[in-house]
């Protein structure tokens, strides 16, 4: 596992971690660990990232084919659906 320093880091940015690790009950440590991985997209706290890139390219091309071809169905527009 990988360490780095951040050196001459912005007073307001230090106040707005310190604050922010507070008020979440962490360490700036643990605080900055997560905002790292959730602007890289990553899972953190045990949480999916916010985009579902964790789950993209899980299926095989068959696989992806098979699902496209059961929804073809909920991709067809009935505009009795929509008429008043």
């Known amino acids: 596992m ?12 230090d106040t707005r971690l310190s604050r922010e690790a507070k008020k979440k009950g962490q360490s700036k440590n643990q605080l900055v660990k997560n905002l790292l991985a959730q602007g890289l997209g990553l899972a ?19 696989e992806a084919e098979k699902f496209a071809s059961t929804q073809k169905e909920n991709s067809a527009i009935d505009l009795r659906d929509w008429e008043a």
């Open 2 to 13: 990988g360490s780095f320093t951040i050196h001459a880091l912005d007073p307001e940015i």
């Open 44 to 62: 953190s706290d045990g949480q999916f990232a916010p985009d579902y890139s964790e789950f993209c390219g899980l299926w095989s091309s068959k």
